[in-house]
Nanobody, 124 residues
Framework: QVQLVESGGGLVQPGGSLRLSCAAS????????MGWYRQAPGKERELVAS???????TYVDSVKGRFTISRDNAENTVYLHMNNLKPEDTAVYYC??????????????????WGQGTQVTVSS
């Protein structure tokens, strides 16, 4: 089994900053792409940013120049640094990881895992 544990959400004023962290643990052989998604009330979940094991990043247009995704491969952890936050950034943020795992007596498997979500609220 693999678990993703997120931390770092909270309430912040417009223009403020937050850093989200997501640590993966369990039966991990390696992790390829890691990413952050968000879901606002009444909206579909959207990809905010992703990063490959080699460090290639992608961002949704609405956060470019404000958010930075990074990862620590040795610690199986991904971060999302969020600056100049806006009210429209308010959402539940979820981390995602494509994990190569090998359950007991089973062959290698690549499985996408999700964190439990952390609330980010941007409001004055």
């Amino acid at each position: 089994q693999v678990q993703l544990v997120e931390s770092g959400g909270g309430l912040v004023q417009p223009g403020g900053s937050l850093r989200l962290s997501c640590a993966a643990s369990g039966s991990i052989v390696s992790i390829s792409t890691m990413g952050w998604y968000r879901q606002a009330p009444g909206k579909e979940r959207e990809l905010v940013a992703s990063i490959t094991r080699g460090g290639t990043t992608t961002y949704v247009d609405s956060v470019k120049g404000r958010f930075t995704i990074s990862r620590d491969n040795a610690e199986n952890t991904v971060y999302l640094h969020m600056n100049n936050l806006k009210p429209e950034d308010t959402a539940v943020y979820y981390c995602n990881a494509d994990v190569l795992t090998r359950p007991p007596t089973m062959p290698f498997q690549s499985i996408a895992y999700w964190g439990q979500g952390t609330q980010v609220t941007v409001s004055s």
